[in-house]
C-alpha cells in the first residue's frame, strides 16, 4: 500500500448534481495531482496542487474545481456531472523535493458513476 | 502536445517467456520515463522511472530501455509469472517534475 486514501470507494450520482472527492496524501508529501481515468484509457491529469496553490492544470472545464488544506490532503469538487465524467479518479501524491525526477505515489481511487 | 503511445493494447505469453512492451513518445525527449503497473479497479503503482541519460535500468526480473533515437522505451519482464498479469502504463513528464501524461496501457496476460 502506498499511504495515499480516497474515499469514497465508489459513488453514484445524478446528471446535474455536484460530487466531492478526498484524498490524503502520503506522510512527507506536499504536492498532489488528480488524474481522471475513463475505462481502456491512461489516467488523464486534471491539476497538481502544491502548499495548497494550484500548480498546472490539465484540458478539463472550470466545473472542475480542487483544495488542498494545510496538511496537505486534498479535495476534488466537480459541479454540474454529466454521463461522460464517468471514471476511475484517482489521487497521486509526490514528494516535492527540488530533483527533477520523483514517482507518483496513487490511491486506489474512486469509481464515480453517473446515471 | 506532448504523446505517449503505447501501440498493443493486450498481449498475451506463455509463462516464463520474456515479455516485451513498448512505449512511444512524441517531440522532445523527456527528462525520464516511468514504468507503473495497475491492476483492475486499483490505482497504478510505480515500477521504474529511467532518466534519458540511462540506457538501461534493472530491478529483479524488469528491465527498461530508453532510446532517444527511436524515441522509445521498452518494458521487459523476464520468466513472466501469470502473477505478472495486469495492465502495465507508460508515462512521461510534462514538464520537470510532475505531472504525468499516461499512455493508455498495455494489458498483459500471462498463461500458465
Known amino acids: 500500500e502506498t499511504g495515499v486514501t480516497q474515499s469514497p470507494t465508489h459513488l453514484i450520482k445524478t446528471r446535474g448534481q455536484q460530487v466531492t472527492l478526498r484524498c490524503s496524501s502520503q506522510?512527507?508529501?506536499?504536492?498532489v495531482s488528480w488524474y481522471q481515468q475513463a475505462l481502456g484509457q491512461g489516467p488523464q491529469f486534471i491539476f497538481q496542487?502544491?502548499?495548497?496553490?494550484?500548480?498546472g492544470r490539465g484540458n478539463f472545464p472550470p466545473r472542475f474545481s480542487g483544495l488542498q488544506f494545510p496538511n496537505y490532503s486534498s479535495e476534488l469538487n466537480v459541479n454540474a456531472l454529466e454521463l461522460d465524467d464517468s471514471a476511475l479518479y484517482l489521487c497521486?501524491?509526490?514528494?516535492?523535493?527540488?530533483?527533477?525526477?520523483?514517482?507518483?505515489?496513487f490511491g486506489q481511487g474512486t469509481r464515480l458513476t453517473v446515471v | 502536445s506532448q504523446k505517449i503511445e503505447q501501440n498493443s493494447e493486450a498481449l498475451n505469453i506463455q509463462e516464463g517467456k520474456t515479455a516485451t512492451l513498448t512505449c512511444n513518445y512524441t517531440?522532445?525527449?523527456?527528462?525520464?520515463l516511468q514504468w507503473y503497473r495497475q491492476d483492475p479497479g486499483r490505482g497504478p503503482v510505480f515500477l521504474l522511472l529511467?532518466?534519458?541519460?540511462?540506457k538501461e535500468k534493472r530491478k529483479e526480473r524488469l528491465k527498461v530501455t530508453f532510446d532517444t533515437t527511436l524515441k522509445q522505451s521498452l518494458f521487459h519482464i523476464t520468466a513472466s509469472q501469470p502473477a505478472d498479469s495486469a495492465t502495465y502504463l507508460c508515462?512521461?513528464?510534462?514538464?520537470?517534475?510532475?505531472?504525468?501524461?499516461f499512455g493508455k496501457g498495455t494489458r498483459l496476460s500471462v498463461i500458465a
Open positions: 529511467i532518466r534519458e541519460n540511462e
Open positions: 496542487y502544491y502548499r495548497e496553490e494550484e500548480n
Open positions: 517531440n522532445y525527449s523527456p527528462a525520464y
Open positions: 508515462a512521461r513528464p510534462v514538464s520537470g517534475n510532475t505531472p504525468l501524461v
Open positions: 506522510s512527507g508529501h506536499n504536492t
Open positions: 497521486a501524491s509526490s514528494p516535492k523535493t527540488g530533483r527533477s525526477n520523483t514517482e507518483a505515489f
